[in-house]
């Protein structure tokens, strides 16, 4: 599944930007290949530079790596309820709160690091399963329509987002 097959109209516009971050790409190449690039970058981090913040109020990287998690596995919840005909409205989340609440500053490192990689294998299994129907198929989702492969499309842009983030202003 390519980028370039994505309209944008199957997503909110407050994703556009998570789209724009990715080239035209097959959805499982930059779900693997940017998953490896944010472990590469962090991998070998101090403590010190995992709970940094480079201004206040702005999130750690241990933070960050436990929202991408978070953002993961709901952007999946929701394509899995979609690809399934489920019309059930579903609601928004409050990324901050979920920080605030996460403990991600408190977890070791290695163990966030290994939650990150068992979502994303999990994710990519998940846009595996589907069939092109099912790629195809919509749901609401925070009060606006959103296709199910521009839920994978958008979890890789996002996970993009925040690597650039890191590399600009964490390290």
Request: hydrophobic residues 35%; proline residues 1%; negative net charge.
């Given at each position: 599944?390519n980028?370039?097959?994505?309209n944008?109209?199957?997503?909110n516009?407050?994703?556009?930007?998570?789209i724009?971050?990715?080239?035209?790409v097959?959805l499982?190449e930059?779900?693997?290949?940017?998953?490896e690039?944010?472990?590469?970058?962090?991998?070998?981090?101090?403590?010190?530079?995992?709970?940094?913040?480079?201004?206040?109020?702005?999130?750690?990287?241990?933070?960050?790596?436990q929202?991408?998690?978070?953002?993961?596995r709901?952007?999946?919840?929701?394509?899995?309820?979609?690809?399934r005909?489920d019309a059930?409205?579903l609601?928004?989340?409050?990324?901050n709160?979920?920080?605030?609440?996460?403990?991600?500053?408190?977890?070791?490192?290695n163990?966030l690091?290994?939650?990150?990689t068992?979502?994303?294998r999990?994710?990519?299994?998940?846009?595996?399963?589907?069939?092109?129907?099912?790629?195809?198929l919509?749901?609401t989702?925070?009060?606006?329509?959103?296709?199910?492969?521009?839920?994978?499309?958008i979890?890789?842009?996002?996970?993009?987002?925040?690597?650039?983030?890191?590399?600009?202003?964490?390290?």
């Amino acid at each position: 599944m390519n980028l370039s097959q994505i309209n944008e109209n199957e997503y909110n516009p407050h994703y556009k930007h998570y789209i724009l971050e990715l080239e035209n790409v097959d959805l499982f190449e930059i779900l693997t290949t940017s998953a490896e690039e944010l472990l590469e970058t962090v991998k070998d981090l101090s403590e010190e530079k995992l709970v940094f913040r480079y201004a206040e109020g702005k999130w750690t990287i241990k933070e960050l790596v436990q929202h991408l998690i978070d953002t993961e596995r709901i952007m999946s919840y929701r394509a899995l309820r979609f690809s399934r005909n489920d019309a059930t409205e579903l609601q928004g989340f409050d990324e901050n709160w979920y920080v605030e609440n996460s403990n991600g500053n408190n977890r070791n490192f290695n163990d966030l690091v290994e939650e990150f990689t068992c979502t994303r294998r999990a994710s990519i299994s998940l846009f595996k399963s589907f069939t092109q129907e099912m790629l195809t198929l919509s749901g609401t989702a925070n009060e606006s329509d959103v296709t199910v492969r521009a839920l994978g499309f958008i979890i890789a842009g996002h996970q993009v987002h925040h690597l650039k983030i890191i590399k600009e202003r964490y390290l």
